[in-house]
């Protein structure tokens, strides 16, 4: 099993910046890929980022240059660091973990990233 918490959701302006973190504890293996989704009501999850643990990079198109990936491996945790924020990136953002070769996602709680205009 693997456990993961998030933190830096938030309200803030058009134009502003926030920055998630998500740990992960538990059965971790060596090689995994970590990352995030986001969530609105009546949409599909959208995969906004994700990032291996050799620190391979994939971004959304709708988040390419605004939003940068990050990850501390010997602690486990991931970094979004998410600029010039718009309306339309108003969302649940879920942390999520899963070993490479392995099908099964972990996820996290979420949390609000809301942006006003």
């Known amino acids: 099993q693997v456990q993961l918490a998030e933190s830096g959701g938030g309200l803030v302006q058009t134009g502003g910046s926030l920055r998630l973190s998500c740990a992960a504890s538990?059965?971790?293996?060596?090689?995994?890929?970590m990352g995030w989704y986001r969530q609105t009501p009546g949409k599909q999850r959208e995969m906004v980022a994700t990032i291996t643990s050799g620190g391979t990079t994939d971004y959304a198109a709708s988040v390419e240059g605004r939003f940068t990936i990050t990850r501390n491996n010997p602690k486990n945790t991931t970094f979004l660091q998410m600029d010039s924020l718009e309306p339309e990136d108003t969302a649940v953002y879920l942390c999520f973990s899963k070993a490479l070769f392995a099908a099964r996602y972990y996820w996290g709680q979420g949390t609000q990233v809301t942006v006003s205009s």
């Open positions: 538990g059965d971790i293996l060596t090689n995994n890929i």
